[in-house]
């Protein structure tokens, strides 16, 4: 069973920067996809971002682009997510989630929250106008 606990999550204000940390521990896979999904109240999860383990490829939704940054660190196990000039929009839930499928050209499965089998408990982010 693969555990998956977020840290980093807080209260900024609209144009400041947070680092979210996503620690992988038990029967982590050596390849596979590392995803960053938020929820906001009252709305469904989104996809925000996604890594690959192997190559390091990164995804992101149209709405954190050239703002949040994905990386891991395959040797500590931990995807992090850097999230610069935030906006009181971007206040939700985040959560990280992994699976042991790979992204191929075309494809969009890390796109959707039926796509990861491993989910962590979530960081909340706060960002005051």
């Known amino acids: 069973q693969v555990q998956l606990v977020e840290s980093g999550g807080g209260l900024v204000q609209a144009g400041g920067s947070l680092r979210l940390s996503c620690a992988a521990s038990?029967?982590?896979?050596?390849?596979?996809?590392m995803g960053w999904f938020r929820q906001a109240p009252g709305k469904e999860r989104e996809f925000v971002a996604a890594?690959?383990?192997?190559?390091?490829?990164?995804y992101y939704a149209d709405s954190v682009k050239g703002r949040f940054t994905i990386s891991r660190d395959n040797a500590k196990n931990t995807v992090s997510l850097q999230m610069n000039s935030l906006r009181p929009e971007d206040t939700a839930v985040y959560y990280c989630?992994?699976?042991?499928?790979?992204?191929?050209?075309?494809?969009?499965?890390?796109?959707?929250?039926?796509?990861?089998?491993?989910w962590g408990q979530g960081t909340q982010v706060t960002v005051s106008s």
């Open positions: 989630a992994a699976d042991r499928k790979i992204i191929v050209n075309g494809s969009s499965w890390h796109r959707r929250t039926s796509g990861y089998d491993h």
């Open positions: 038990g029967r982590t896979f050596s390849g596979g996809t």
């Open positions: 890594i690959t383990w192997s190559s390091g490829r990164t």
